[in-house]
């Protein structure tokens, strides 16, 4: 069973459109998290979510909007999709502060 | 604010060579620091890991890292490197108190020549 699974794998959509990129973890792990790795490889957390509380939120555009109908859940809303927002989109999870972090494979959003 | 520092962006070794991969961070208080790696089409997986206790760390595939913490760095090592380590590997930390957030270095490439 995969530990963290994110839907869609890829995802091609044009500009100005609305997306989600689902998340689901089955570890039973208390945070979750989602990473943006962008062109140059560079990985930045966007948010992470404790017991349905948000405690993290980096300086993301407010298109971005993380929701989490339950604690294996953490969906990847963005609105009024932009060229920029061209990247691999990471979910992980953790439990507990400074356990090892698990990552999904990674949704590779492509806006055109 | 945490910062990660990998300075090799693209390294390219021939089979059997040694490596060693910089990460330097910036924290005032007390971290753990990770090594992970991306091989193509892969999702990330954890090398090893630091948390407190021998600054040497061993980790799978015989990679090792030690932790120099009057140099606030943690360099990633391997005696002999194979075709099948071509990856990406990336560095990172979170302070062990305040939130709990991983902060990831930009990532080293690194091509392993047959």
């Known amino acids: 069973d995969t530990a963290v699974s994110q839907t869609p794998k890829y995802l091609v959509t044009q500009m100005g459109n609305d997306k989600s990129i689902k998340c689901e973890q089955n570890?039973?792990?208390?945070?979750m998290y989602w990473y943006k790795q962008d062109s140059k490889k560079f990985l930045k957390i966007m948010f992470s979510?404790?017991?349905?509380?948000?405690?993290i939120n980096e300086t993301v555009p407010n298109r971005f909007s993380p929701k989490s109908p339950d604690k294996a859940h953490l969906n990847l809303h963005i609105n009024s999709l932009e060229l920029g927002d061209s990247a691999v989109y990471f979910c992980?999870?953790?439990?507990?502060?400074?356990?090892?972090?698990?990552f999904g494979q990674g949704t590779r959003l492509t806006v055109v | 604010a945490q910062s990660v520092s990998q300075h090799n962006h693209h390294v390219i070794l021939s089979e059997a060579a040694s490596l060693e991969l910089g990460c330097n961070y910036s924290?005032?208080?007390?971290?753990?620091l990770f090594w992970y790696v991306q091989y193509p089409g892969q999702h990330l997986q954890l090398l090893l890991k630091?948390?407190?206790?021998?600054?040497l760390v061993k980790g799978i595939k015989g990679f090792e890292a030690e932790f120099i913490k009057s140099k606030f760095s943690f360099n990633l090592r391997k005696p002999s490197v194979q075709w099948s380590d071509t990856a990406e590997y990336f560095c990172?930390?979170?302070?062990?108190?305040?939130?709990?957030?991983?902060?990831f270095g930009t990532g080293t490439r690194l091509t392993v020549i047959p």
């Open positions: 992980a999870s953790s439990q507990g502060r400074g356990e090892r972090a698990f």
């Open positions: 570890l039973g792990h208390d945070t």
């Open positions: 979510y404790n017991n349905k509380e948000l405690i």
């Open positions: 924290y005032g208080g007390t971290v753990n």
């Open positions: 630091y948390f407190s206790g021998d600054p």
């Open positions: 990172a930390v979170n302070a062990q108190t305040g939130a709990n957030n991983l902060f």
